[in-house]
């Protein structure tokens, strides 16, 4: 439920507010002579066409992913599909989550690949070679391992394939025959894994002659086929991933100012600025309009919709290809912060950020998502007729109720600042999201399942619908109180407890059975709930009931503990002070670490500002601040990365309870243990 109307309380802010006032290197693959072989079709014109088949051989061990056959100590052909996530360009990128990942799933893996990177995210590394473009958007052609494909209907896939329980000292005779042209051939040692690309949709025809070293002679065979999984993901700031940017923000230890709404002589403050801004960082200094402060900003897959790495669809997709060794994943992030069903899912809605792709355009609106995934079904379509969706990922309804008023509801104390608030219709109450969620929201629920239902064979139980995690519980369900720890950030902020445990009250009586009877279609809402229903996910709304916001432990990384106060004395509160060192803590805010492991899953007010600091550059233009440091913008930076969504961690629990309905459905085995 942290989405909520744009960024959690992003769009809360951001429009009431308003209205008042490739970077890593790809290592291309070295085509081998193989006598014989014939020439392999030209690809798209970004790359050249190798004149003939790649087969390319290497020292390495056997693969590890193997079927139950296994057992047999007789020689077998082992083989998988090579960087098989294929929105990564590189294979380094795939095999750094394939090293990470045990039979303990997502969220293991998730600590040991922020333990390798200190808590600064392993994302970082990855964000620049994806097969996105300049605004984060797919690419139609994506040189992936120095080879352009088709991103969405490849006509190949690159596999390896290797001889285990090889007998020492011998020779291998390799064969592979797709039936459609001469075969493939090599020899090498068997102990050496051979690569190369398989047609899709035709079976290929590996067979193995091995010349044993006492002059004896074997052979083992199998068939190639390839499955491309075609899945993607829909909905809201919880689907997309916001509160997680790919990169994480840099601040500066000195300070940065901001100005209150209202306020007499003292009513600027500081925090942190962004680290390598070379503007005015005093409300006495002028706007300055030029790049530099957008330079600094955090990365995001699409900042656009505040698409992340970490989402837990775009994990949930990466696990599937990771414990399938002979399938490819082909996902399709299309999820949005700020979506609503109406506006987000079934029409265009506002860019979080201003985001250019190609010629320095930069819209300032991103269309429906099922519009774009309707074009993208067309396009995959035109080169593979038979193309078809295998899976949908979907998260939504918490903004359609007003999640982000409640929400303002609950931590907003300046009394000047609820005023403007309610004048603009950006405070709610309980009430109000009642009144949506019995009357608005599942009309527009039945619009959606007719949209979706012609896109997924007309059964939606292959879309998993995955709810959320409660973001304000801790000890074992107990709604966290009230108090300044977490979102002294802003000077108008503390959670007030009452208003808060009447939100978690409904969060949990009334907004998630409502949710999962509309999924499923209990009660009588859905016209034919045989082909209506979806499939959903809350198992890991339990693990949440321990990880919310207030959540603490002498486990919390040491900058933390240090500098996030609890008792809501993070920042001084002199100005003077401030525009030295904004912090009490006597550490560097270079020492913040936005993906350590934490007992909260959700982010506070504080995590979202030292994290990501974004400024509500997507709004219209008449309703931009006309100042850096204005009132609206110390607010929104506060909240506009992602306050009160899931961090990482949470993703990957959300994952890990999504996998098994995923699996499910397309027919495949839980990973042996």
């Known amino acids: 439920m942290a989405r909520f109307r744009v960024a959690g309380i992003a769009v809360l802010l951001a429009s009431s507010l308003a209205s008042a006032a490739l970077a890593q290197s790809v290592m291309p693959v070295p085509p081998a002579d193989i006598p014989g072989a014939a020439p392999t079709p030209t690809p798209p014109p970004a790359v050249a066409a190798p004149a003939q088949p790649t087969i390319t051989v290497s020292p390495v061990p056997p693969i590890g992913q193997t079927t139950a056959a296994a057992a047999s100590d007789a020689p077998r052909i082992d083989w998988e599909v090579k960087n098989r996530f294929r929105l990564f360009r590189s294979d380094r990128d795939f095999e750094r989550h394939v090293n990470s990942y045990r039979a303990d799933a997502v969220l293991a893996a998730e600590h040991r690949l922020e333990t390798d990177t200190g808590g600064r995210g392993w994302a970082r590394t990855m964000v620049g070679s994806l097969c996105v473009d300049a605004a984060g958007n797919l690419t139609e052609t994506c040189t992936r391992d120095g080879v352009a494909e088709n991103y969405l209907a490849p006509d190949d896939h690159r596999i390896s394939a290797i001889l285990a329980n090889a007998p020492p000292e011998a020779t291998c005779a390799w064969s592979f025959d797709d039936g459609g042209r001469p075969p493939q051939q090599i020899t090498l040692p068997c102990e050496e894994e051979v690569t190369l690309r398989v047609r899709y949709g035709r079976p290929t025809h590996a067979q193995v002659d091995i010349a044993r070293s006492d002059g004896a002679s074997d052979r083992a065979a199998t068939d190639i086929l390839v499955h491309d999984l075609l899945i993607a993901g829909l909905g809201d700031s919880i689907a997309s991933g916001d509160g997680n940017p790919d990169r994480a923000i840099a601040l500066t230890d000195d300070g940065f100012c901001f100005r209150r709404f209202l306020g007499g002589a003292r009513s600027e403050y500081f925090r942190p600025g962004r680290a390598g801004y070379r503007g005015s960082k005093a409300c006495d200094g002028s706007f300055d309009a030029s790049r530099d402060w957008g330079q600094h900003g955090a990365r995001w897959l699409n900042a656009a919709c505040h698409r992340s790495l970490y989402g837990y669809q775009m994990r949930t997709a990466l696990a599937l290809a ?46 429906a998502q099922l519009a774009q995934l309707h074009d993208i079904l067309a396009q995959a379509r035109r080169h593979r007729p038979d193309r078809s969706l295998d899976l949908v990922l979907l998260t939504i309804g918490a903004n359609d109720i007003g999640f982000s008023e409640l929400v303002a509801d609950v931590i907003v104390k300046s009394e000047t600042e609820r005023a403007l608030f309610r004048r603009s219709g950006m405070i709610g109450a309980v009430e109000d999201a009642e009144q949506a969620l019995n009357a608005r929201l599942p009309v527009s629920f039945a619009r959606l399942r007719a949209a979706l239902k012609g896109m997924v064979g007309g059964n939606l139980a292959h879309v998993v619908f995955v709810s959320y ?205």
């Open 322 to 367: 990771i414990e399938n060794a002979h399938d490819a994943v082909t996902f399709v992030p299309l999820a949005c912060t700020g979506a609503t069903i109406e506006s987000g899912l079934l029409d265009r809605q506002r860019a979080r950020e201003s985001a250019c792709g190609p010629g320095g355009r930069c819209p300032t609106n991103v269309p």
């Open 469 to 673: 995690g409660h973001p304000a519980l801790q000890e074992g369900g107990n709604v966290c109180g009230g108090g300044l720890a977490g979102f002294d950030v802003h000077p108008s902020f503390a959670v007030d407890a009452a208003r808060l445990q009447r939100v978690g009250d409904f969060v949990s009586s009334r907004f998630f059975p409502a949710l999962r009877a509309l999924a499923t279609c209990e009660g009588n809402l859905c016209q034919d709930p045989a082909t209506e229903r979806m499939t959903f996910v809350d198992a890991h709304q339990l693990a949440f009931a321990d990880h919310g916001f207030c959540a603490r432990a002498d486990t919390d990384p040491p900058f933390d503990i240090a500098c996030f106060s609890a008792a809501g004395e993070s920042f001084h509160k002199d100005p003077v002070e401030g525009a030295e060192r904004p912090l009490v803590c006597d550490r560097s805010v270079t020492e913040f670490r936005p993906y350590a492991s934490r007992a909260r899953w959700i982010r506070t007010a504080d995590d979202s500002y030292f994290t990501a600091m974004t400024y509500p550059e997507g709004l219209p233009a008449a309703l931009q601040p006309s100042d850096i440091h204005d009132a609206t913008w110390g607010l929104t930076s506060a909240v506009y990365g992602g306050a009160l969504h899931p961090t990482a961690e949470g993703h990957a629990a959300m994952a890990d309870a999504a996998l098994p309905a995923a699996r499910e459905i397309l027919g495949l085995s839980t990973p042996s243990q």
